[in-house]
């Protein structure tokens, strides 16, 4: 059995996106990476991944706008939405009917 999934990340911070992209390879996956909302868009439709994880605040199209276009187009997508931010101010001022969970990664320092 083939547990090979696509994977689409989308993230404007290139260095966390190629990281990231590096990790998910090195787990056996296939991964697509986007730069921000619309590319995120063009990239869903063009590879559609079984898993999109999407930074919420980018240039041209912020997660939150790409997210519910891209639940347009497949209702049935898995997206996780991440931000570094605490508090977003479209975060709860946006129809939750299909935004179930907004994750919020924390600065991890490492000392030397």
Do not use: W
Request: net charge neutral.
């Amino acid at each position: 059995m083939d547990y090979r999934k696509i994977i689409l990340l989308v993230d404007d911070d290139v260095d966390l996106l190629e990281n990231t992209a590096f990790m998910i390879k090195g787990m056996g996956h296939d991964v697509f990476t986007a730069r921000d909302g619309e590319d995120g868009i063009s990239k869903y439709k063009d590879v559609k991944p079984n898993l999109t994880f999407m930074d919420i605040r980018m240039p041209k199209m912020d997660g939150y706008d790409a997210f519910f276009k891209i639940k347009q187009i497949d209702p049935a997508a898995k997206v996780i939405l991440i931000t570094a931010y605490n508090q977003d101010e479209k975060n709860t001022s946006r129809p939750r009917a299909c935004l179930c969970l907004t994750l919020y990664r924390s600065l991890i320092l490492l000392k030397r």
